[in-house]
């Protein structure tokens, strides 16, 4: 038995990266699981890879209408909602105030709060009606950006403090029916990729860093991977293991917020 058997949840952005392995681990614990994606070979490879566990819809997360879809999707395939996860993202290339260019700021800054904010927005509201059916739950993934500085440029810091203030905010609106919390975790060897219109399309957040890279930045000394984040969503979208925590956000970022000024860890010699 699995810790979501029964449950039926709604993913954003679940074709690759962080949301791929949620909607495996989510499968893998006995939910059943709608995915939103705008790539269309990702929604084909969704369909084919879990024929009866994930009903996949193509759609824009910044669009009501494409969530509303997916709700309604989910529910005429499940019958109920339980958890909406807002997880599609877009990264910023950690381009500096200073480096952005002046003739593409416009585009990008629509790109990036579009999807990272917007996006939950939008997720969130198509999604309330049916979670309150169920007393349920969303979960928002937000980052270390959400607390840190230099986890991204400006573009995509300021989007994930905003996901933060959205965290509190529908905590308190939806409270006492429906759970609202986020998880934010550390670096890690992603896909998310940045706006066209900084050129950053074709680049994800991890190209030229490897996991040796990674690893002696975190207090934890080693790199994880996507899977190693979706245990904090599991627990999070379980009624049985979090009916007192709304408006939390799980910092899973390997101890970054532990880490000293002079050393990262203090017990690496132990």
Known sequence: MGWLDGAVAMI??????????????????????????????????LR?????DVVAVEGDVSSLASNQQAVAAAVEAYGRLDTFVGNAGVWDGSVSIVDLPAEGLDAAFDTVFSVNVKGYLMGAKASY???????????????????????GGPLYTASKHA??????????????KIRVNGVAPGPFNSDLRGPVSLGLDGASLTDGRTAEDIAPLLPLDYSPTAEDYTGMYVVLASNANSATTTGAVMQSDGGLRVRGIGRVSGGRHL
Do not use: C, W
Request: proline fraction near 4%.
């Open 163 to 176: 996901g933060l203030g959205l965290v509190s905010q529908l905590a308190f609106e939806l409270a006492p």
């Open 129 to 151: 009606p049916e979670l309150l059916k169920t007393h349920g739950n969303m979960i928002f993934t937000l980052s270390n950006a959400a607390f840190h500085t230099d986890g």
């Open 48 to 52: 084919q890879d879990f024929p009866s």
């Open 12 to 45: 954003t952005g679940g074709g690759s990266g962080l949301g791929h392995a949620l909607v495996r681990r989510f499968v893998e614990e006995g939910a059943r699981v709608a995915v939103l994606e705008r790539d269309a070979d990702k929604v084909a490879q």
